[in-house]
């Protein structure tokens, strides 16, 4: 399968960008659109409280819940698409993800601020394995102490990034607002908590 490994300072990033076969991508966006008991929580940064710029939604083979911002989200169990998606991650990472938050940006108004997955029950060396579906969408990544480093990924709809090793101590990443007209994505960050 065609890969693209980044050549980042402190990082193990790899982008697969036909990971899911385009018609494929199409039918599961539209699945996980319609059957995703989708919702917008509020967050609290700096002290304020605010709605995310974004649907999420969190699934799991287990109970344990999953806490970012000082929200706690509890977990519903895989559907049957979400397990296709998991396994289908698991042949290229063969370790077993547990959990998978789902987000939801309904146009270019949502948008996920810069940030690490590296919340303490993902462990010291956390494995994010994303999946995009739908429209596509720049992904940001920066170091967070050598400013010359940063990178942009267009992520486009059935491909897989994985991040793991070093990558979420060392670096933040962000979906951005755009002005541009964009349509829904699906985002699947499948990960393992502990």
């Given at each position: 399968?065609?890969?693209?490994t980044l050549?980042?300072l402190?990082?193990?990033?790899?982008?697969?960008?036909?990971?899911?076969?385009?018609?494929?991508?199409?039918?599961?966006?539209?699945t996980?659109?319609?059957?995703?008991?989708?919702?917008?929580?509020?967050?609290?940064?700096?002290?304020?409280?605010?709605?995310?710029?974004?649907?999420?939604?969190?699934?799991?083979n287990?109970?344990?819940p999953?806490?970012?911002?000082?929200l706690?989200?509890?977990?519903l169990?895989?559907?049957?698409?979400?397990?296709?998606?998991?396994?289908?991650?698991?042949q290229?990472?063969?370790?077993?993800f547990?959990t998978?938050?789902l987000?939801?940006?309904?146009?270019?108004?949502?948008?996920?601020?810069?940030?690490?997955?590296?919340?303490?029950?993902l462990?010291?060396?956390?494995?994010?394995?994303?999946?995009?579906?739908?429209?596509s969408?720049?992904?940001?990544?920066?170091?967070?102490?050598?400013k010359?480093?940063?990178?942009?990924?267009?992520?486009?709809?059935g491909?897989?990034?994985?991040m793991k090793?070093l990558?979420q101590?060392?670096?933040?990443?962000?979906?951005p607002?755009?002005?541009k007209?964009?349509?829904p994505r699906?985002?699947?960050t499948?990960?393992?908590?502990?």
């Amino acid at each position: 399968m065609e890969s693209h490994t980044l050549q980042l300072l402190d990082a193990d990033v790899t982008y697969y960008p036909n990971f899911i076969l385009p018609e494929v991508a199409l039918q599961q966006f539209t699945t996980l659109k319609e059957e995703t008991p989708w919702q917008q929580d509020a967050i609290k940064v700096f002290g304020k409280t605010y709605l995310q710029p974004r649907l999420t939604a969190l699934y799991a083979n287990n109970n344990k819940p999953y806490s970012y911002s000082s929200l706690t989200m509890q977990p519903l169990a895989f559907t049957p698409t979400l397990l296709t998606i998991k396994n289908q991650v698991e042949q290229i990472i063969p370790v077993g993800f547990t959990t998978c938050l789902l987000n939801l940006y309904r146009d270019g108004n949502d948008s996920n601020g810069w940030h690490a997955d590296n919340e303490k029950e993902l462990g010291e060396h956390p494995i994010i394995a994303s999946v995009s579906l739908g429209a596509s969408r720049l992904f940001h990544l920066k170091h967070r102490y050598q400013k010359d480093q940063k990178a942009k990924i267009n992520l486009e709809s059935g491909s897989l990034l994985l991040m793991k090793g070093l990558t979420q101590k060392y670096w933040l990443h962000q979906i951005p607002k755009t002005k541009k007209e964009v349509g829904p994505r699906i985002n699947l960050t499948f990960r393992i908590i502990k």
